[in-house]
């Protein structure tokens, strides 16, 4: 096991091999690169930056500087009543943003000892 960043490995076993319908995990991060764009905390999925699907999957919104510029307030959607993502309800569940970004708290925190590696380069062999 590397010891030069945090593992946040999470078994999973019981899920898999069909022993537990509930996975161990209560929390999941989605980067686009380095940059986070959203978190999944229990059944809701909560966007940073402004996502739209497509036929090859979420991608950012586009349009003049889209990818850059900053939300007024994060997209919420609870993706195990609505796995489309089609109804943004954080004007009715807003309180799921302070468990979500604790989450995000959690991950910034583990930054300062275990900083993220450079992206590899995939041009030099």
Do not use: C
């Amino acid at each position: 096991m590397p010891t030069d960043r945090p593992i946040d490995g999470v078994d999973q076993t019981d899920v898999l091999l069909g022993k537990s319908k509930t996975g161990h995990r209560e929390s999941l991060l989605s980067f686009i690169g380095g940059e986070l764009v959203a978190v999944r905390w229990q059944q809701w999925r909560v966007y940073f930056t402004d996502m739209h699907p497509t036929g090859i999957g979420p991608q950012r919104q586009p349009g003049l500087f889209s990818t850059n510029a900053p939300m007024a307030y994060a997209k919420i959607y609870n993706i195990q009543m609505d796995p489309h993502e089609d109804l943004n309800v954080a004007g009715l569940f807003a309180w799921v943003g302070g468990p979500a970004l604790k989450v995000v708290e959690e991950y910034k925190e583990t930054l300062k000892k275990y900083p993220n590696p450079p992206a590899s380069n995939i041009t030099k062999f």
